[in-house]
């Protein structure tokens, strides 16, 4: 695996320059394996300019290509450091905050840099939950103070689908923006967070009455079957409140329902990687993810031999 930096003086000494930045970049991506994102080709040799010529396909081949750093006028170095400052924090930075920090003239720009991270922060190959997953909706959004848009009436459902590991607490999370809590889209929901082995646990709610149907091990738990007062879905809850809290906190509530997806990422982001043993670890996750995902270029996963020079 690449090193990564461990503290924010270590980020600073790694990435002081573009051409280091250009580097790491380099590593991540080509390090054992050169692999063209037009012609899956395996061979190339270095231009003089830095950047690689594809052997079979004779395409020249930047670093970024294929990246969501691609044709992106901002430098990688300033790239780079917005990424350091969303994993560095705990609860992660705001466009007002990123702005701030790194001295940039717009707020649009950093607003737009955030959004590209997020979208990428769901790994193209990301699997589906498994084992036992509990699985409910929530209401983000509609009553002050959080007040999507201009009618206040813009709440947005999200369900949300929580690994139980028993006494090991929660596990992975999925959360996934719905329209309407209809039995059609709960299961198209379901399956799109939870692998078909899975066993589901949900309220008593008649919406899910089909997953055992659809081939999911599923047990309900109603009302009479918890304790007065007692939650019947006690982790989706214990999610959806620090979710509300994040957005609350760091984004002051003004997040609009058209961007939530977005915001659900960079939360699932967090949220499962939050026993990581380093935020530096985190900082190279997200940009090995970035280089991963361009819904226009398909990047090959196999890659068999090794560039030549
Ligand atoms: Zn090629």
Known sequence: MVEYPR?????????????????????????????CPHCRGTHARRRTDGAFRCLNCGRN???????????????????????????????????????????????????????????????????????????????????????????????????????????????????????DAGADMLERGVRSMAALESCIRTDGFK??????????????????????GSDTTPLVHRVASLLKRWLLSTHQGAVHAEYLQEYLNEFTFRFNRRRSRSRGLLFYRLVEIACAKRPDIHLPRERKKKKSR
């Open 7 to 35: 503290t924010t003086i270590e980020f600073h000494d790694m990435f002081a320059s573009e051409n280091d930045c250009m580097r790491y970049l380099e590593r991540i991506r080509f390090d054992q394996i050169f692999s």
């Open 207 to 228: 919406g899910y009455l089909r997953l055992f149907s659809l081939g999911y091990g599923h047990t309900m738990i109603k009302k009479r079957d918890v304790k007065d």
């Open 61 to 179: 081949i930047s670093v970024k290509s294929g990246t969501i750093f691609h044709q992106s006028h901002i430098p990688l170095r300033t790239w780079f450091h917005a990424i350091w400052e969303m994993v560095s924090h705990k609860q992660g930075v705001s466009a007002l905050g990123l702005q701030q920090t790194l001295g940039m003239r717009s707020h649009a720009t950093a607003w737009d840099m955030l959004r590209k991270l997020r979208q990428a922060m769901v790994r193209p190959d990301q699997e589906r939950l498994s084992g036992l997953v509990e699985v409910d909706e929530t209401i983000i959004g509609g009553l002050r103070p959080f007040t999507f848009g201009r009618t206040p009436t813009s709440k947005v459902l999200v369900l949300i689908a929580v690994e139980d590991k028993g006494v090991q607490g929660m596990g992975r999370i999925r959360l996934k923006v719905i329209p």
